[in-house]
């Protein structure tokens, strides 16, 4: 199952009413496909300039990893060292906290994953998360 | 004046609307501020997963050089050499043919610019010029 | 708002009289555009051949983040491994230290970045301040 | 023999007002010391935000190889693909046309180069060369 682009502009969507609706700051969003490539973003009005960098490192390092950014933060705290390799691994394309949500199909498989950042990063990831919701879709968080 | 994420957004719309109404391949596009920064992005569904390279990579070198994709190919065509060194110059993040549209504003100052990819470069600089009209800007394609 | 080259001399010119005053060590001094691009730069002499790259990753980082260096320093004080992410994300070009100081406009908005190394980091902070007061703007440390 | 900032200012100035003068669009000048490290760079209001990597690829390259743009430029047509490696080699950071031109002391040693970007090629290389001599320098275009 692939991420429609009609559900992708829902997943933002809804995370950015979600992040005005809990009065955060202006958010950043991306959708990754299955293969960690970029299938939609938007960056909110009053964003700074850099954030579709963040918001891609959240989602990117979840999918070549197959782990969403909460268990790369435990990850990170228990041996930053091997986040940091990662992040070389990777061309600098990792960003290891909350805000990196994993989409799920129904068998459990990857599909694709959200970045949000713009927030404190667990704010980021409740935010990504209405949006998966919004669009019938299992995330991990 | 920056492009707001709602004139971004109707650039992407009408700019996919436009390929689609003239039968063309899915299309990619791309929307950067004045600082060659990601405002938003969309990919249609059947595009290739490298396009968010492309579309970016068109757009950018718009922006870095101040010269829309049309001009850069004129230049690639005339010294080939000069156009791959600014490719090394600016991390690989230019690819200079038709479809990077610079908009610029009433005193013809750059404000951002559009990249789209997907069918022949003339086509999808047609397409990126239909965008940027629809948000009431004007382009240089 | 973008900072002209006018005031960007203001800026260097007072940032290195102070530096100067003080007693400090040679400084180098950047001002970057509200795209994190680079407007203007003076090493002076006996500087470290460096330093370009120093005082240009904390200006950098501080406006692709929309973020200065005093608030990146207690970020990276915390959470190490993400400013070390947040580096590879920017491609190495970032320094989360005092010394990178965001310029705002009346509103608020981020018009660009101070990047100044050579002492201290907290006194280099403080001369890039005296510039941007100096040209009239407001800084944030 | 190093380049003062006083000399390196000079250089810029000279350049810019050479620029003005002739009546060529907004430039951009860089001064490189020995070593290939920024000394000064100054972007003129009204030039496209990516000035400072063509500035520098100019006069890096040109310190680099020791070899000035209008060389490179001869070395580029006559064998392309070696230009296109020695800008792998140095990182992207070459541009190998007019305008990168070498500083020379009395005795022929290459003291620094000066980069300017933002007309045509042979007019940029002759504003740098305006500067280098106001400042009582001998340039290599």
């Known amino acids: 199952m692939a991420i429609s682009l ?3 502009r829902t997943i ?11 009065g955060l700051k202006p958010l950043s ?14 960056r909110a009005d009053g964003a700074a300039p850099g954030r579709f ?18 268990a790369q933060m435990k990850r990170a705290e228990d041996q930053a060292y091997f986040m940091a390799a990662v992040n070389g691994v990777y061309g ?14 129904r068998r459990g498989a990857v599909v694709g994953a959200v970045g949000v950042t713009g927030d404190a ?16 879709l299992q995330g991990e968080i």
């Open 6 to 8: 009609r559900r992708a």
């Open 12 to 22: 933002i969507r809804k995370a950015l009413e979600k992040g005005r609706e809990m």
């Open 29 to 42: 969003v991306v959708v990754l496909d299955a293969g960690g490539h970029v299938q939609a973003f938007e």
């Open 53 to 70: 960098a963040i918001a891609h490192g959240k989602a990117h390092g979840a999918v070549m990893l197959g782990m969403a950014g909460t």
């Open 92 to 105: 600098g394309k990792v960003i290891p906290v909350p805000g990196g949500v994993l989409i799920r199909d």
């Open 121 to 136: 990063s667990e704010k980021d990831a409740e935010c990504a998360m209405a949006g998966i919701e919004a669009a019938g």
